[in-house]
C-alpha cells in the first residue's frame, strides 16, 4: 500500500526553524516521476501548496514562502524534506506531503510565542 508519513512538526517561536520530514513506502517513491509537493492547511481556510520540487530537481515556491522554505529530497532513503526558517505565526498550519495522488496525514507547525 502506498504510504506518505510525516514528522517534524511542532511548536516553535517566531523567527525559529523547523525542518519536516515525509517518508514514502509501499511502493511511492520519491525519485519517481512525479512532482513532489508540501501543502498546509490552516483552521478555516483552504489548502495551499508551499513547495514543490519537479522530476529534474526544479523547485518553485509561492510568494509568501520564498526565501525561508526549502524543499529537498533523500532518494536513497525515500525522503521528502521542508526546511522551515523565519517562521512567522500566519506559517501555523497541518502540512501534508503529496506525490501525484498520494497524501500524508499531515504534522502540525504551530508558531506561536
Known amino acids: 500500500q502506498v504510504r506518505l508519513v510525516e514528522s517534524g512538526g511542532g511548536l516553535v517561536q517566531p523567527g525559529g526553524s523547523l525542518r519536516l520530514t515525509c517518508t514514502a513506502s509501499?511502493?511511492?517513491?520519491?525519485?519517481?516521476?512525479?512532482?513532489m509537493r508540501w501543502f498546509r492547511q490552516a483552521p478555516g481556510k483552504e489548502r495551499e501548496w508551499v513547495a514543490q520540487m519537479l522530476p529534474g530537481g526544479t523547485t518553485y515556491y509561492p510568494d509568501p514562502v520564498k526565501g525561508r522554505f526549502t524543499i529537498s529530497r533523500d532518494n536513497a532513503n525515500n525522503k521528502i524534506f521542508l526546511q522551515m526558517n523565519s517562521l512567522k505565526p500566519e506559517d501555523t498550519a497541518l502540512y501534508y506531503c503529496?506525490?501525484?495522488?498520494?497524501w500524508g496525514r499531515g504534522t502540525q507547525v504551530t508558531v506561536s510565542s
Open positions: 503529496n506525490i501525484n495522488t498520494t
Open positions: 509501499g511502493g511511492a517513491s520519491v525519485a519517481s516521476s512525479f512532482a
